[in-house]
């Protein structure tokens, strides 16, 4: 990921590394990030999921539309720019969406990003079988993904997010910086293709959200102030 370098000259520049898993660590370790600099806390993201569920549960955000339900709607986000400034790309993915809401029976909510509806006009492209909606704030979108049936993405952080809540994920790149939803069965990689995409859906429809969540138990901020405590 072309923002990959900016993780990798913070980290290797740092004192204190807080990984968010097992595995994170490894690669600090394969990189040759000195081990006593590393401890692994849990993501911080689990935290700020749970808090900021409950705030939007205690303001009464719901974040759901009036005409879906939850469960019986899929959600979307598009925004990556090696998928929304290529015309090809992008419209090959909204093409799998649109397959995707007709084969299930459910809409696709898409909160479209203005530069992304900005390129579909400029590219002239149709979004057939998918509802487009404006952006809608944090809280509201938590309360979307955790009350949809699965979610299309090419963001890193909901694929974690949705690994949390335990909704399932099709991630619409050809790789990701989070390969622990992967591993954890959460989340499954299907790339631009609409055939990828609709068969991808088609596996993860059939999977029940029991998977363990690889990113801790929303206690990482408390270990990393005990942590920075103890030291400093």
């Given at each position: 990921?072309?923002?990959?370098?900016n993780r990798i000259l913070t980290d290797h520049?740092s004192d204190y590394l807080f990984a968010p898993t097992d595995n994170a660590r490894a690669?600090?370790?394969?990189?040759?990030?000195?081990?006593?600099?590393?401890?692994?806390?849990?993501?911080?993201?689990?935290?700020?999921?749970?808090?900021?569920?409950?705030?939007?549960?205690?303001?009464?955000?719901?974040?759901?539309?009036?005409?879906?339900?939850?469960?019986?709607?899929?959600?979307?986000?598009?925004?990556?720019?090696?998928?929304?400034?290529?015309?090809?790309?992008?419209?090959?993915?909204?093409?799998?969406?649109?397959?995707?809401?007709?084969?299930?029976?459910?809409?696709?909510?898409?909160?479209?990003?203005?530069?992304?509806?900005?390129?579909?006009?400029?590219?002239?492209?149709?979004?057939?079988?998918?509802?487009?909606?404006?952006?809608?704030?944090?809280?509201?979108?938590?309360?979307?993904?955790?009350?949809?049936?699965?979610?299309?993405?090419?963001?890193?952080?909901?694929?974690?997010?949705?690994?949390?809540?335990?909704?399932?994920?099709?991630?619409?790149?050809?790789?990701?910086?989070?390969?622990?939803?992967?591993?954890?069965?959460?989340?499954?990689?299907?790339?631009?293709?609409?055939?990828?995409?609709?068969?991808?859906?088609?596996?993860?429809?059939?999977?029940?959200?029991?998977?363990?969540?690889?990113?801790?138990?929303?206690?990482?901020?408390?270990?990393?102030?005990?942590?920075?405590?103890?030291?400093?």
């Amino acid at each position: 990921m072309p923002e990959e370098l900016n993780r990798i000259l913070t980290d290797h520049c740092s004192d204190y590394l807080f990984a968010p898993t097992d595995n994170a660590r490894a690669i600090l370790l394969g990189e040759g990030v000195p081990g006593d600099r590393i401890y692994v806390t849990g993501n911080t993201i689990v935290d700020a999921v749970n808090e900021n569920l409950e705030i939007a549960a205690r303001k009464g955000v719901s974040g759901d539309l009036p005409h879906v339900k939850k469960g019986e709607y899929f959600l979307a986000t598009l925004h990556r720019q090696e998928n929304v400034d290529n015309r090809e790309r992008f419209a090959s993915i909204l093409e799998g969406m649109g397959r995707v809401s007709r084969e299930f029976g459910m809409p696709v909510i898409y909160p479209i990003h203005p530069r992304a509806r900005k390129n579909m006009a400029g590219f002239g492209l149709s979004a057939d079988g998918i509802t487009l909606v404006e952006p809608v704030d944090f809280l509201g979108f938590l309360r979307l993904e955790s009350n949809a049936r699965l979610v299309l993405t090419d963001s890193g952080g909901v694929q974690e997010e949705t690994c949390i809540l335990g909704v399932p994920c099709v991630t619409l790149r050809e790789n990701t910086e989070r390969p622990e939803t992967v591993m954890a069965g959460s989340n499954v990689i299907a790339g631009y293709y609409p055939e990828s995409i609709v068969n991808c859906t088609r596996v993860m429809m059939g999977e029940q959200p029991g998977w363990i969540n690889p990113f801790g138990d929303g206690e990482a901020g408390k270990r990393i102030v005990s942590i920075l405590e103890e030291n400093l």
